[in-house]
């Protein structure tokens, strides 16, 4: 189904609700620039570091796009776990799993409380940035305790930059390419206004210092679009 979401006046913030989660895959197509490549790297990076009987974790796996395709590509007898907290979520990634018959876990659980086992790789594409500031390096440390020695941690995220003129223009940037995806200005400052304080996104350097600080020995880019990045963190 197309994202229509904020074509019509929202008087809320930004929820991973049942409308939400009804045109997510659209919504994420359409909003995230170079959305494909940057799964498509986590995918790599993913299977280069997964051993036989390994464990990842995809932490807000939403409608497990993304645990599908590394499904898809498995080399390795391991186990996929995707967690997210948005019941509306689950119901259309449980939807998706079944049809494509595949076996992945994937569990209704905050990612801040969840026991993790030990784990070969952990993921989250645009999750972190939903994740309180005050809590977000803890989670950070929950992660890298969790992982394997030498395992990774892939994220993706939006950024900022504390440069006002360049941050400007990027968020410029951004807003041009959202127009050529179809969103009208209207729908793109309607969203703006709902992700306010729900979407913090830290600078680049910011995710590379949380990183460092939480037990990672080395972090940095694999891929860059004005103020969207992904990054692999090694324990
Ligand atoms: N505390 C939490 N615990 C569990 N889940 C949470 C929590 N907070 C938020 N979520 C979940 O994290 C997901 C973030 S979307 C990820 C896209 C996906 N990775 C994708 O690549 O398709 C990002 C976006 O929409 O920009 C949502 O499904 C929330 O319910
Ligand atoms: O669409 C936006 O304005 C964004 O910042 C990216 C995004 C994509 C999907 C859900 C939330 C935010």
Not at 147 to 175: M, Q, T
């Amino acid at each position: 189904m197309n994202d229509k979401v904020f074509t019509k006046p929202i008087k809320k913030q930004f929820e991973f609700d049942e409308e939400v989660a009804a045109v997510f895959d659209d919504m994420l197509e359409r909003s995230v620039p170079f959305y494909k490549e940057s799964q498509k790297i986590t995918e790599f990076f993913t299977h280069k570091n997964l051993s036989e009987n390994g464990l990842v974790y995809d932490l807000g796996c939403s409608t497990a796009s993304l645990l599908l395709n590394i499904h898809r590509k498995l080399e390795v007898n391991a186990e996929l776990i995707g967690l997210d907290n948005s019941e509306a979520m689950l119901a259309q990634a449980e939807r998706k799993c079944e049809a494509f018959g595949v076996d992945i876990e994937v569990k209704n659980a905050d990612i801040l409380t969840y026991e993790y086992k030990e784990a070969d790789v952990f993921i989250s594409n645009y999750t972190l940035q939903f994740i309180r500031p005050l809590v977000r390096e803890e989670l950070v440390k929950k992660i890298s305790a969790a992982l394997k020695k030498e395992g990774v941690f892939i994220f993706s995220e939006k950024v900022i930059s504390h440069s006002p003129k360049l941050n400007k223009d990027l968020i410029e940037c951004y807003y041009d390419f959202k127009k050529t995806q179809g969103y009208s200005e209207y729908e793109i400052m309607q969203k703006r206004e709902a992700l306010e304080n729900v979407l913090v996104p830290y600078s680049e350097d910011e995710n590379i210092k949380m990183a460092l600080n939480s037990g990672f020995s080395h972090c940095e880019v694999l891929f860059r679009w004005a103020n969207f990045a992904t990054f692999i963190a090694v324990k």
